[in-house]
Nanobody, 113 residues
């Protein structure tokens, strides 16, 4: 069973940056698309970014130009570099193994104004 563990969240001022990491166990990591999602209080979980096994990326309009998703298959890790953070980016961020029910436990990102 693949497990996902996120890290890198925290409190940052508006305009700042954070880098989230999602470490995966299991040999299928390199063959599978991955995604980052977020859920703010009182809102539904939403897609932030995805990356295919070959490195193709897709972003929500709200984060385009500010966030970058990447992966290191040798390290079984997917990253989310978040720049120019805004208060509306405040949420719990989750990584997800595409096409499965496998999610990480989430990491809190709080952006103060």
């Amino acid at each position: 069973q693949v497990q996902l563990v996120e890290s890198g969240g925290g409190l940052v001022q508006a305009g700042g940056s954070l880098r989230l990491s999602c470490a995966a166990s299991g040999r299928i990591f390199g063959l599978t698309a991955m995604g980052w999602y977020r859920q703010a209080p009182g809102k539904q979980r939403e897609l932030v970014a995805t990356i295919s096994s070959g490195g193709s990326t897709n972003y929500a309009d709200s984060v385009k130009g500010r966030f970058t998703i990447s992966r290191d298959n040798a390290e079984n890790t997917v990253y989310l570099q978040m720049n120019n953070l805004k208060p509306e980016d405040t949420a719990v961020y989750y990584c997800h193994l595409t096409g499965t029910t496998i999610w990480g436990q989430g990491t809190q990102v709080t952006v103060s104004s």
